[in-house]
């Protein structure tokens, strides 16, 4: 396979990238290389993020924005520039448009629940519908189904066609003018599908509808600009982006921001409180209540540093090529079916397969033997495993730090299966 390497076009130095990942010199099972692929699931950390963290414990702990002392003047300065850092990166207009979370599935479950508190015109009732799709991570269809059921509304939903793709050819029937909000995932977080975000985003302006983007797949693997994607809610998470667990992003625009409610009361998201009534602070501030994720914000800042110095284009283009030459090494497995595009077009870092009748568990676990970590089970997709007929799926997925001797690995490995299973 020397020579197929060789081709490959738009790879990054990642001899180089990788001594930045502690985690990967890593041995298991009687000293076998770890050969990470679960990018998907949660990136690994560069030690530029583990000194962040480590630093601000060590120097800067304290709580932010109330302390007059100098290390809590420190803390709100680094969590605060971890704000400017992300409005940036994703080329928000404001830095107040960023509001901290605990992850993705808290920003979506926000944007629900303040929808289904807001005022007209926002209000979800119902008379009114809510829009996704059957590609979904269950995070992005749980929190609207709970606001169905709450208000009333109707939940409708896009379907999926045999190739892995959104079937829009009754787009006009989905989105309708009853439609409140639009919400679907920019890059499916089991088949890697990339979605037409413009077509979507057309037809829900023409009825007047919200739009809300998961963008939990995407903003680590290639450029997110909210302005361009022209949706009125964009989430995403740190963990995947090389930054800590425990920290989310929700984007949302300004006069969205000011006009809706906030879903949690407390501490930091109040301007004046009386035991009769409170008024709230403006946003990012009302939609941050208590203690926020200090440290975990470092560590996001410090991870989108890392990211911007390298180039979202550059990682973009390193894994295109990866996923290319995946696709292409795949496909030559006996037994093996991709589920969802089987091109490289159109389609992110993520490749899930079944092996003819071997499970997925069982897959996972041989692999696993040999050093190589994939994902198994419906990646909190259940809806796309039905859709498909199939139980659960094998998932590899790649990174920055992703290279051709890992793909090949995980196809020597995937022999080894078939053979272990006669």
């Given at each position: 396979?020397t020579?197929?390497?060789q ?53 800067h702990?304290?709580?932010v ?15 605060e520039?971890?704000r400017d850092?992300v409005a ?15 992850n ?7 944007v ?6 807001a005022?007209?015109?926002y ?5 009114t ?22 208000t009333?509304a109707?939940?409708?939903w ?48 023409q ?19 909210v ?12 963990h ?30 109040i ?10 602070a403006?946003a ?19 991870a ?22 995946a ?7 006996p ?8 091109t ?20 996972g676990?041989v ?5 190589i ?13 039905l ?16 290279t ?14 078939r053979?272990?299973?006669?």
């Amino acid at each position: 396979m020397t020579d197929a390497r060789q081709g490959l076009s738009g790879l990054l130095d990642t001899e180089a990238i990788r001594k930045d990942f502690p985690i990967l010199g890593r041995t298991v099972h009687d000293g076998k290389k770890i050969v990470y692929l679960d990018s998907a699931a949660t990136s690994q950390k560069p030690r530029q993020v583990l000194d962040a963290l480590n630093e601000y414990y060590e120097r800067h702990n304290a709580n932010v924005h109330r302390g007059v002392y100098t290390i809590a003047e420190e803390a709100t300065a680094l969590y605060e520039g971890a704000r400017d850092k992300v409005a940036a990166f994703i080329n928000a207009p404001s830095r107040n448009e960023v509001i901290f979370t605990k992850n993705a599935s808290e920003s979506l479950n926000l944007v629900a629940n303040m929808l289904g508190w807001a005022d007209e015109p926002y209000r979800v009732d119902s008379d009114t519908e809510i829009v996704t799709t059957e590609m979904e991570h269950h995070s992005n269809i749980v929190p609207w189904q709970l606001l169905s059921q709450r208000t009333g509304a109707k939940l409708k939903w896009f379907g999926i066609t045999d190739d892995g793709r959104l079937d829009l050819s009754n787009i006009d029937e989905i989105i309708t003018e009853k439609t409140k909000i639009v919400t679907f995932t920019l890059v499916s977080n089991i088949m890697g599908t990339i979605n037409p975000v413009e077509q979507i985003i057309r037809r829900a302006q023409q009825v007047g509808a919200l739009v809300c983007i998961d963008a939990s797949q995407a903003a680590p693997h290639m450029v997110l600009d909210v302005q361009a994607l022209q949706a009125d809610f964009v989430a995403f998470t740190g963990h995947k982006m090389v930054g800590p667990t425990g920290i989310g992003v929700l984007w949302g625009r300004q006069e969205l921001l000011e006009d809706l409610p906030p879903f949690l009361g407390g501490g930091e998201m109040i301007e004046t409180v009386s035991m009769h009534s409170s008024t709230y602070a403006p946003a990012p501030y009302k939609f941050e209540a208590g203690t926020p994720p200090i440290a975990q914000a470092v560590g996001l800042g410090a991870a989108v540093d890392y990211l911007s110095a390298i180039g979202m284009e550059n990682i973009h283009r390193h894994e295109q090529a990866i996923t290319e030459y995946a696709v292409k090494r795949l496909l030559e497995v006996p037994d093996l079916r991709i589920i969802g595009p089987s091109t490289a077009v159109d389609r992110g870092a993520t490749i899930s397969f079944t092996l003819g009748d071997i499970h997925p568990h069982d897959v996972g676990q041989v692999l696993d033997e040999q050093g190589i970590a994939v994902r198994v089970g419906h990646h909190c997709a259940r809806p796309v495993c039905l859709r498909y007929g199939i139980p659960a799926t094998t998932r590899a997925s790649f990174y920055l730090y992703s290279t051709p001797a890992e793909v090949d690995a995980l196809v020597d490995g995937l022999e080894h299966v078939r053979n272990f299973f006669g």
